[in-house]
């Protein structure tokens, strides 16, 4: 981990140097990496103070300039930026992660003309359907804007899946209906 501070056009004091160390410190620990180096330049020009922050190491690099008419402001929002993106990063591998340890390597095999294509299943989710009636469904279907949904009837206790239909009408799959 190594920080370095840069200064252009002005001679800080220990106090903004500790404290642009200090707040950056908390964003390497969300990085979370083993080789990570992390770039700080801090500027004035006029009346503009200007932080220019470039986080670089295994598999990533990110970079974000803001400014203010203060520089503990500048760098407030700069840091606001980078922990934004850091996370958004962190959040991306967790769900590669998670799909990793979902995806089932299953081959389907169908007939596609003359010609003969495998389909591999590479995505697979796991959903817990929430329980309600088939008008709030619907409902929900319109409201998220999602083709189709996947849901417990609480009539029947049974997953239903009610879809859209080319026409804008709504169709319900009911598995137990014919029992």
């Known amino acids: 981990m190594n920080i370095s501070l840069t200064f252009k056009n002005f001679e800080p004091s220990d106090h903004l140097r500790k404290y642009a160390q200090k707040r950056f410190e908390k964003l390497i620990k969300y990085a979370n990496t083993g080789n990570t180096e992390l770039k700080i330049n801090l500027g004035v020009e006029k009346f503009r103070h200007i932080a220019e922050v470039t986080l670089s190491g295994?598999?990533?690099?990110?970079?974000?300039?803001?400014?203010?008419e203060d520089?503990?402001?500048?760098?407030d929002l700069v840091y606001d930026k980078m922990t934004s993106q850091v996370r958004k990063l962190r959040e991306k591998g967790k769900d590669r992660r998670r799909s990793r340890g979902t995806v089932r390597d299953e081959v389907i095999s169908?007939?596609?003309?003359?010609?003969?294509?495998?389909?591999?299943?590479v995505e697979a989710q796991t959903y817990?359907?929430?329980?309600?009636?088939?008008?709030?469904?619907a409902m929900q279907?319109?409201?998220?804007?999602?083709?189709?949904?996947?849901?417990?009837?609480?009539e029947t206790e049974r997953v239903?899946?009610?879809y859209r239909r080319k026409t804008g009408d709504y169709g319900l799959i009911d598995p137990g209906m014919y029992e």
């Open 58 to 68: 295994d598999n990533m690099n990110m970079s974000a300039v803001e400014e203010s």
């Open 71 to 75: 520089m503990y402001s500048s760098i």
């Open 110 to 121: 169908f007939e596609e003309g003359e010609a003969g294509r495998e389909a591999t299943i």
């Open 128 to 137: 817990k359907p929430k329980p309600m009636l088939v008008d709030e469904a």
């Open 141 to 154: 279907l319109d409201t998220l804007n999602y083709e189709f949904l996947v849901f417990l009837n609480a």
């Open 160 to 162: 239903n899946v009610i």
